[in-house]
């Protein structure tokens, strides 16, 4: 007999959902969920319980990840219908929807490693739900994910579950980290990818109803589940893309007399071409952008599309050359030596307005500077010393005593100043601007250098402080 799935979604709106991974994704995430939904009740559980400790501190400074805007949602709403917990199984229970937002980090090993995600998280995720789940459930995949992760997840889910439905939903991620809070709030679109079947489009419109609450209905794209996991890592790609063509575009202005924002003002004139997402800089970083398109070239190659796995390894193939690049000038300009030398890092973390430092270009050209020995000084309004710590060890290029050798963090950029060769922006953090630049210029060794790989700081005011001043595009 055919057998109706259709009554085994549930038909009422969604009133409890639980996210699996407190993460940059999952926090934000259901955050700015629990605070446009006070209806639904929002779990957000991980099997880290520093993790979620620090997301139920009291002092809200100490949440695990800084976002504007982030502590004053979480203070509206936790502990009203906002949870953070560590009870992964009894979260899923209750839940109606479950969201999906566990790490999928490069692999490290096997086949496809250094390309493919690695699934192994997303995998326990399934057939714990499977375990544990006594009613049918939505689960929604927030991970960014090789194209046709969903068709495994719902194979785990239907053969070792408890004979409950599942309906599997693709909901990828387009939150920048900085500015997560604004980007949920206002998205330019959410997508919905879900199976074409009476119960997949059903899942679809439940939650759609959850986003609009706070979005216009036709900005919900609802699509197959295959292409809303191939456009978010086709997203990705393109954005990318963007930072490496100008990047290459930098170059060459290095070596005439062109300004690679004046060449990125005239082109991004264009409205087809548009002029966000132009800035030149000392490379991309970020949990997403490299990951995903070693995916996408991963997949391709899979797929027999050597070409397209080509054209797109190029995009990383151009930031690897950036980030080297820059290395490579502070070490010609400094007279083809940096060994003893006093270098300060302003900046480590991958952008602006976050914390995190994940392929941060600081860390590449770090562990180039100091295999020519350079002593590096390190200041980063957000980020921890154990993380810039952790960030070079990963690395192995040379023993942790080594990296605490050559290597000092400090709490006060004034400090570090003193007696350094150079100064290295890394990071286009807002307060670096207001520095008092000629206090720093009289306390540095003479002649006094600035490599800004942000193009931060106004270049003639550098130059008429006295400082030898080289910017990323520009000679
Ligand atoms: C991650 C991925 O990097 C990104 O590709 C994806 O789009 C969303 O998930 P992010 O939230 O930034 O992004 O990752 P991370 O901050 O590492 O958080 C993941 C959390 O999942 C961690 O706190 C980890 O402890 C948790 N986790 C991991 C689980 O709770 N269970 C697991 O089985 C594995
Ligand atoms: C990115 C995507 O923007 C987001 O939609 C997706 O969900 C996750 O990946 P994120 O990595 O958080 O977000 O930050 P993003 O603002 O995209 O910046 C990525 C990197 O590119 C940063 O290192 C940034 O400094 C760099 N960048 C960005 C440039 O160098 N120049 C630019 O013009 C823009």
Not at 144 to 152: C, D, E, W
Not at 440 to 468: H, S, T
Request: glycine share 6%; charged share 25%; aromatic share 10%.
């Amino acid at each position: 007999m055919y057998f109706n799935f259709q009554d085994y979604i549930p038909m009422k709106e969604i009133t409890k959902i639980c996210c699996i991974g407190a993460g940059y994704v999952g926090g934000p995430t259901m955050s700015v969920i629990a605070k446009k939904c006070p209806h639904i009740q929002v779990t957000v559980v991980d099997i880290n319980a520093d993790r979620i400790a620090q997301w139920n501190e009291t002092d809200l400074d100490k949440l695990p990840i800084y976002e504007p805007g982030l502590k004053e949602i979480v203070a509206a709403t936790r502990n009203k219908n906002l949870f953070f917990s560590t009870e992964v199984d009894k979260a899923i229970d209750e839940a109606d929807v479950i969201f999906i937002s566990v790490n999928t980090p490069t692999k490290t090993y096997g086949k496809g490693k250094g390309q493919a995600a690695d699934l192994k998280f997303i995998e326990l995720c399934a057939r714990n739900i499977a375990k544990v789940a006594t009613n049918d459930k939505i689960v929604v995949e927030k991970s960014t994910l090789p194209v046709r992760t969903a068709g495994a997840i719902k194979n785990i889910l239907d053969n070792t579950g408890n004979g409950v439905n599942f309906e599997i939903l693709s909901n990828p991620e387009f939150l920048a980290e900085g500015t997560a809070i604004q980007d949920l709030l206002h998205a330019d679109r959410v997508l919905i990818g879900g199976d074409e079947t009476p119960t997949g489009q059903k899942a679809k419109d439940l939650l759609s109803q959850v986003y609009e609450n706070w979005l216009p209905k036709e900005r919900i794209l609802q699509t197959n589940v295959w292409s809303s996991e191939l456009s978010k890592l086709v997203a990705n790609a393109f954005l990318a893309q963007r930072v490496s063509s100008i990047n290459s575009i930098s170059a060459l202005c290095e070596k005439t007399d062109a300004n690679v924002e004046e060449v990125a003002r005239a082109i991004g004139y264009d409205s087809r071409i548009g002029s966000k997402f132009l800035s030149s800089s000392v490379g991309f970083g970020g949990s997403c952008f490299q990951k995903d398109i070693l995916n996408l070239v991963y997949i391709s190659q899979s797929l027999g599309l050597q070409e397209v796995a080509d054209y797109w390894e190029q995009v990383i193939i151009m930031n690897d050359y950036q980030k080297r690049r820059f290395a490579d000038n502070i070490i010609s300009t400094l007279y083809n030596t940096v060994s003893g030398k006093k270098i300060v890092f302003f900046g480590w973390a991958f952008k602006k307005d976050t914390n995190d430092t994940r392929e941060s270009a600081a860390i590449y050209v770090a562990d180039a500077l100091l295999e020519e020995r350079a002593e590096l000084s390190v200041f980063d309004p957000q980020v921890k010393e154990q993380t810039i710590f952790r960030d070079l060890d990963y690395l192995n290029t040379r023993s942790p005593e080594e990296n605490k050798k050559l290597v000092t963090v400090v709490d006060d950029p004034m400090d570090q100043v003193e007696n350094a060769h150079a100064i290295a922006v890394l990071t286009e953090w807002d307060e670096f601007k207001s520095y008092d630049w000629q206090k720093i210029y009289d306390k540095m060794l003479k002649p006094a250098f600035i490599f800004d790989g942000r193009r931060l700081l106004d270049k003639v005011k550098m130059e008429e402080i006295g400082f030898n001043y080289y910017r990323i595009g520009q000679v």
